[in-house]
């Protein structure tokens, strides 16, 4: 059984922590989009950080690696059970880099 939008927002905001804002849409293509937005960071002033970015790939894992570095950089004394895959995330990243 596939799991419905709502249950995977829960297992996303679950895994990104308590300092996370998780809310998946669906795109023009029937994907979910990931946007997990900071509850504490800002940026241009107002808006919330967030790991979407227009145009890229905003799955769950994508979006998940940009939190957990967010996560690391900005908050580094915050716990999230993301942070668990912390170095598989930056092997993703560093993988991406060598394309």
């Not at 419905?4 to 297992?11: G, Q």
């Not at 922590?17 to 002033?45: H, M, N």
């Not at 107002?46 to 994508?62: K, L």
Request: glycine fraction near 6%.
């Amino acid at each position: 059984m596939v799991a419905s939008r709502s249950a995977r927002e829960r297992k996303a905001a679950t895994e990104a922590g308590p300092l996370a804002k998780v809310r998946i849409e669906v795109d023009g293509q029937d994907q979910f989009v990931y946007k997990i937005s900071c509850t504490e960071c800002t940026v241009r002033g107002h808006i919330a950080w967030s790991a979407y970015r227009p145009g890229e790939d905003n799955g769950f894992m994508a979006a998940m690696d940009r939190w957990t570095f967010h996560l690391v950089e900005r908050h580094p004394d915050s716990q999230a059970p993301c942070l668990t895959y912390l170095d598989a995330a930056q092997q993703r990243l560093q993988e991406r880099r060598e394309q």
